[in-house]
């Protein structure tokens, strides 16, 4: 059984810095392609950053620049570097994984691209 856990969240002011980790364990990790999600309250789940298996990265364009996806396979971890947050990314934020190695429609920043989620971490970002 795949499970993931969040960690890293927390309370930072506007412009400031976050690095969220999930790490992976029940299977081989490196054989995930693996996505970062937020939900605000009330708003849908929203895809922000993903990396497959050969490494290959997506971001949704509101974190360009600002946000950086990683993974290190001999850790069984993934990484969101958060940079120059704003307020309107408060939310909790989701990672997931799939063995899938391939999407449909070709972008990973869909939720129903994933198999698998953590529990996520809340990121509150204050003005």
């Known amino acids: 059984q795949v499970q993931l856990v969040e960690s890293g969240g927390g309370s930072v002011q506007s412009g400031g810095s976050l690095r969220l980790s999930c790490t992976v364990s029940g299977s081989t990790f490196s054989r995930y392609n693996m996505g970062w999600f937020r939900q605000a309250p009330g708003k849908e789940r929203e895809g922000v950053a993903s990396?497959?298996?050969?490494?290959?990265?997506n971001y949704v364009d509101s974190v360009k620049g600002r946000f950086t996806i990683s993974r290190d396979n001999a850790k069984n971890s993934l990484y969101l570097q958060m940079n120059s947050l704003k307020p309107e990314e408060t939310a909790m934020y989701y990672c997931?994984?799939?063995?899938?190695?391939?999407?449909?429609?070709?972008?990973?920043?869909?939720?129903?691209?994933?198999?698998?989620w953590g529990q996520g971490t809340q990121v509150t970002v204050s003005s």
């Open positions: 990396i497959t298996t050969t490494g290959y990265t």
């Open positions: 997931a994984a799939t063995p899938r190695p391939y999407v449909v429609g070709g972008t990973w920043l869909k939720v129903s691209a994933y198999d698998y």
